[in-house]
């Protein structure tokens, strides 16, 4: 790009975050392949959801979390012992390349009438987590700490915008084009965003590059888990991302419990198009919100009021937002709740919590990121689950009791939260030192 458009470029983008000379291009290209990831995820996630809610149930739904955590029991120290062994630079490309290929696996198998349900979910929610941990790991590893704080939530735009679009494309193409053509559909923008990486690393201005920090050749067998063992840090990162996901999981349950009950009363025999259909709608809205938020909101409320205090906005919202459902227990407001808790989950608080990495080495940016985000997220789904396993058979009214635990989680979260937020202040000045 010549130095004109360059500037032009610069002082458009400027407007929405405080973007500075030669910063634009490369956020743009970020943009793209934010854009392009989150397209690929959310071109599937309600063939997922419909899958695994037809063939199984809301309470099956959320047992296959239990061997999610299982496998990543596993996932994680091999995958720590082969990014040891394979360069950084590389690592985004291999990992797209490997859910490319299933994406590809799966088409074929739902070609062949298999009944794949269980093992897309568990294979749909592992690459949830992994595809995009990856990206920030990609991310992180491009950008120092002053210019990751200025630009992150301005490339975030990218994923609210791919899931908005993602969402809006599943819910209008899933009757014509099958769970098959948005698997392929899903190939074909991954691949893309694997593409858009190269010319990334490329376009980052010096000035706003990460000092290349090596990681070691050699490690525990632990990998991942035993660097976040080391740091108080990563241990209360890692219990934000479980309060997280086990307030997420809970709320899910319950959103999905109530809907099976209301497809069943309204629609029989036509439950899965149902279903298939309010989740694409549901996305949708949680998506659109959430790229306004993304848009409009995240970078400025991080420009004002610093990172750290901007982590704990989300936290505060769940608390108010589940509060209200707790008095007032209706499906619509659960529904609006959710939406609005979505939203700052993926815009405001997926930026902060991100960010949280660039002060750290490459070390816990490329193992333990990807063992917080990977296990330590499923564990909030596996501590939902044993809470599903034994509300439901306690309690009469399970849903109701679900939401008042939820209310309990998100206070802890909010606790959290503040702690972390104290310790990346300091590394944060440490860093920019």
């Not at 934010?34 to 149930?57: C, D, H, K, N, W």
């Not at 294979?123 to 992150?152: H, I, K, P, Y």
């Not at 888990?225 to 309060?243: G, K």
């Not at 259909?277 to 409320?301: D, E, K, N, P």
Request: one cysteine or more.
């Amino acid at each position: 790009m010549n130095r004109t458009r360059a500037d032009r470029l610069d002082r458009c983008l400027s407007l929405l975050a405080p973007v500075r000379r030669g910063e634009g291009y490369a956020v743009s290209v970020l943009f793209l392949q934010a854009f392009s990831l989150m397209l690929a995820y959310y071109l599937v996630r309600p063939v997922r959801e419909a899958l695994i809610l037809t063939q199984g149930g809301a309470e099956f739904r959320s047992y296959a979390v239990a061997v999610q955590a299982a496998l990543l029991l596993v996932i994680i120290p091999a995958f720590s012992a082969w990014v040891r062994r394979v360069e950084s630079k590389r690592i985004y490309a291999l990992v797209n390349a490997f859910f490319v290929s299933h994406l590809i696996l799966f088409c074929a198998a739902t070609l062949a009438g298999w009944r794949i349900g269980f093992a897309f979910f568990v294979w749909g929610s592992l690459f949830s987590v992994m595809a995009v941990t990856q990206f920030w790991v990609f991310v992180t590893d491009l950008f120092n700490v002053n210019a990751g704080e200025r630009l992150f939530g301005l490339i975030a735009v990218g994923l609210s915008a791919g899931a908005f679009a993602g969402a809006q494309l599943a819910s209008n193409l899933i009757d014509a084009f099958g769970a098959h053509g948005l698997m392929l559909a899903s190939a074909a923008s991954l691949s893309l965003a694997t593409m858009l990486s190269l010319r990334a690393r490329a376009a980052v201005p010096e000035p706003a590059r990460c000092d290349a920090r090596t990681m070691p050749a050699r490690g525990h067998w632990l990998g991942g888990f035993a660097v976040i063992a080391r740091s108080r840090y990563l241990v209360a990162i890692a219990a934000l991302v479980v309060l997280l996901n086990w307030v997420t999981s809970a709320g899910d349950y319950v959103l999905t419990s109530w809907l099976v009950d209301i497809a069943a009363r309204v629609a029989p025999g036509e439950e899965s198009g149902y279903i298939g259909h309010f989740m694409g709608r549901y996305c949708a809205a949680v998506t659109a919100v959430g790229f306004l938020v993304q848009l409009l909101l995240v970078s400025r409320i991080i420009q004002f009021a610093g990172l750290a205090r901007a982590l704990l906005v989300t936290p505060l919202a769940f608390v108010a937002g589940y509060l209200a459902v707790g008095i007032v227990p209706a499906f619509m407001l659960l529904q609006a709740v959710l939406v609005l808790q979505r939203s700052f989950d993926y815009s405001l608080l997926n930026t902060t919590r991100n960010a949280l990495m660039l002060p750290m080495e490459r070390e816990a940016k490329y193992q333990a990121k990807t063992a917080i985000d990977t296990f330590f997220f499923r564990a909030g789904d596996l501590l939902a689950s044993g809470s599903v396993f034994i509300g439901t058979r306690v309690f009469d009214e399970a849903r109701t009791q679900f939401i008042w635990l939820i209310v309990v989680l998100s206070l802890t979260m909010l606790l959290v939260a503040w702690l972390v937020s104290r310790e990346y202040a300091r590394r944060g000045a440490l860093a920019a030192a």
